[in-house]
């Protein structure tokens, strides 16, 4: 299958490697996918949005001149589309060595402003998505170790907030069963690694489902930037950048940590 050529400044830290990600279509899924094919992986972009995602791995193919990003549809809260996506990932990349856990939502809201439904459907999308994508990519990762999951969690999870009941759990348990998983692989002998990111505030459309309704965007984004101790928010390639160090075999000795990449939020 054709390499991506190399690029000035990148030194193929991912060459050879296989990776799946998921929610891939735009925001820090999509700037993964493209750091990781720059740095020499063939990468698998899957998202609900199967005509944003074709796109953004069209781009990358594009960029890199070679046809080493590959798109499928997957709704991570969907059991029945995991199997499919593992068979894709086998058919166009001929295995799976990453698997970064990236799709999710938020719902604000208070304790009191949500009724069963709406809380499940975070807890779906944020933590079953992992679940699912965990239990079903292990077969294949033991086919290929060195391996290496990553699952975005969020500083939401480490730090709560009364408006953020639902983010805050769901993201509070990505962190810990990344590490059941890191250990449950270390305990079997498996090189196969699990960690977990905790971004802060950062520049993608999920911003802007931060805001909540009946509230003024501007004011709440005032607000959150003032949180922040570097004084601005994140970029998506900055939290990429951390996904490829735990992708990558540089980071061989980490495994059932957490990342934070927050501007120096929970240093306060
Ligand atoms: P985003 O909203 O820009 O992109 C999320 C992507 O996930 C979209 O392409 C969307 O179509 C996809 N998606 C949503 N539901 C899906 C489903 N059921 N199946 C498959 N794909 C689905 O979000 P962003 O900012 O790129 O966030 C990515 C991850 O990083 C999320 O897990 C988020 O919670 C986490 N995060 C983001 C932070 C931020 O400030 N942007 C901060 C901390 C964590």
């Known amino acids: 299958m054709a390499q991506a050529r190399r690029f000035p400044g990148m030194k193929g830290r991912v060459q050879g490697k296989k990776a799946l990600i998921t929610g891939a279509a735009q925001g820090i899924g999509a700037a993964t996918a493209r750091l990781l ?39 991570v809260t969907s059991e029945a589309d995991w199997l499919p996506a593992m068979t894709a990932a086998n058919e166009t990349m001929g295995g799976l060595s990453i698997l970064v856990n990236n799709a999710g939502i938020v719902l604000p809201g208070s304790i009191e402003d949500f009724d069963l439904d709406r809380w499940r459907r975070g807890m779906t999308v944020n933590v079953d998505s992992v679940f699912l994508g965990c239990k079903y990519a292990l077969p294949l990762l033991r086919e290929k ?15 709560a907030s009364g ?13 810990l069963l990344s590490k059941s998983i890191a250990l449950d692989c270390a305990r079997k002998g498996w090189d196969i690694r699990c960690n977990s990111v905790h971004p802060t505030f950062i520049n993608t459309p999920i911003l802007n489902d931060l805001v909540g309704e009946g509230r003024d965007p501007d004011s709440v984004k005032v607000k959150l930037l003032s949180q922040i101790p ?10 990429a950048q951390a996904i ?3 992708a990558s075999d540089e980071s061989r000795f980490v495994t059932g940590s957490e990342l934070k990449i927050d501007g120096g939020i929970s240093a306060m």
């Open 37 to 75: 094919a720059m740095e020499g992986a063939q990468v698998l972009l899957t998202d609900i949005d199967a005509d944003a995602v074709r796109a953004q791995a069209d781009a990358i193919n594009a960029e890199t001149g070679a046809t080493c990003a590959f798109a499928a549809r997957l709704d």
């Open 145 to 159: 170790q060195p391996a290496s999951i990553v699952n975005l969690s969020s500083i939401a999870g480490l730090i």
């Open 163 to 175: 408006n953020f009941a639902n983010y805050n759990a769901s993201k509070a348990a990505v962190w």
């Open 230 to 239: 570097v004084g601005r928010f994140g970029e998506p390639e900055e939290v």
């Open 244 to 246: 490829l160090y735990l």
